[in-house]
């Protein structure tokens, strides 16, 4: 046993993680980013954004820039720090432990799909992301908050 949700392992993630934890970080501030926008509000098309009082920054839209700038990383990364990334984000749900690691990182293996940005779309798809992976490097005794500092 490599410890539990009271004893984080920073030693066994240096041996197991393939993803960088300032990897990780940067994922969690993005997300965070992509998590405060709204869906559209369908704003009058004539309208300007400064009398708008720029809401638009915060709307969901296809050509997000912070949608976008996310997916291009998470698909830039390899495949083992996608499958990484994965797993972190259900190791830090539900009730896990860092035992429940290897078959987590399994299972993300057997699920993961090579083609481009698929990934990154399923990631998205998770409503509390960044939670998730800031709880699963947790457990394996890493923090964002110096990475944090200055960035939200």
Same mark, same amino acid.
């Given at each position: ?37 709204? =869906? ?5 098309? @004539?309208?300007? #954004? ?7 920054? !915060?709307? +969901? ?30 190791l830090g749900r ?15 293996? =057997? ?5 481009? @940005?698929?990934? #990154? ?7 509390? !992301?960044? +939670? ?13 908050e110096e990475f ?5």
């Amino acid at each position: 046993m490599r410890g539990n949700r009271d004893e984080p392992d920073e030693a066994y993630a240096d041996e197991v993680l393939t993803i960088s934890p300032e990897q990780v970080c940067f994922v969690v501030v993005k997300a965070r980013e992509f998590d405060v926008k709204d =869906s559209s509000s369908e704003m009058e098309a @004539g309208s300007n #954004a400064a009398d708008d009082q720029m809401v638009s920054v !915060l709307e +969901d839209s296809r050509d997000d820039p912070v949608q976008q700038e996310l997916t291009s990383f998470i698909s830039d990364l390899s495949e083992d720090e996608q499958i990484d990334l994965v797993a972190l984000a259900w190791l830090g749900r539900d009730d896990n432990t860092i035992e429940d690691w290897p078959s987590l990182r399994e299972e993300a293996a =057997s699920a993961h799909t090579p083609k481009r @940005g698929a990934t #990154a779309r399923y990631l998205l798809g998770m409503p509390l !992301l960044a +939670d998730y992976l800031e709880e699963g490097l947790s457990l394996f005794g890493k923090s964002c908050e110096e990475f944090e500092m200055g960035r939200l």
